[in-house]
Nanobody, 122 residues
Framework: VQLQASGGGLVQAGGSLRLSCAAS????????MGWFRQAPGKERKFVAA????????NYADSVQGRFTISRDNFENMVYLQMSLLKPEDTGVYFC????????????????WGQGTQVTVSS
């Protein structure tokens, strides 16, 4: 599966953004999906994950209650709705696909998109 993330941009603290991840290829609906982010000079970290059917979602503590992950298996899309953004949410956001494994382990994800930049100003 090939992934293309979009929707990043510059936003003020307290604002909102919605990231999109378009998937192409076969068997998208069989993959669990995740979002990760990487701040400048820091390691890539888990943000949110959703299972193949869209029933189960998991979040990093830092975004719980502010971010919502969703998917549309008919359109082969995954979304990350981000609200109440903070400067510490700044980074490059990546969508990724996995077929099993722990949802918050980078190594569990086999397919990655190119990333989209999110910058939150204070």
């Amino acid at each position: 599966v090939q992934l293309q993330a979009s929707g990043g941009g510059l936003v003020q603290a307290g604002g909102s953004l919605r990231l999109s991840c378009a998937a192409s290829g076969t068997h998208f609906s069989s993959y669990d999906m995740g979002w990760f982010r990487q701040a400048p000079g820091k390691e890539r970290k888990f943000v949110a994950a959703i299972n193949f059917s869209g029933v189960t979602a998991n979040y990093a503590d830092s975004v719980q209650g502010r971010f919502t992950i969703s998917r549309d298996n008919f359109e082969n899309m995954v979304y990350l709705q981000m609200s109440l953004l903070k400067p510490e949410d700044t980074g490059v956001y990546f969508c990724a696909a996995r077929a099993g494994g722990n949802y918050d382990y980078i190594s569990a994800y086999r397919h990655w998109g190119q990333g989209t930049q999110v910058t939150v100003s204070s």
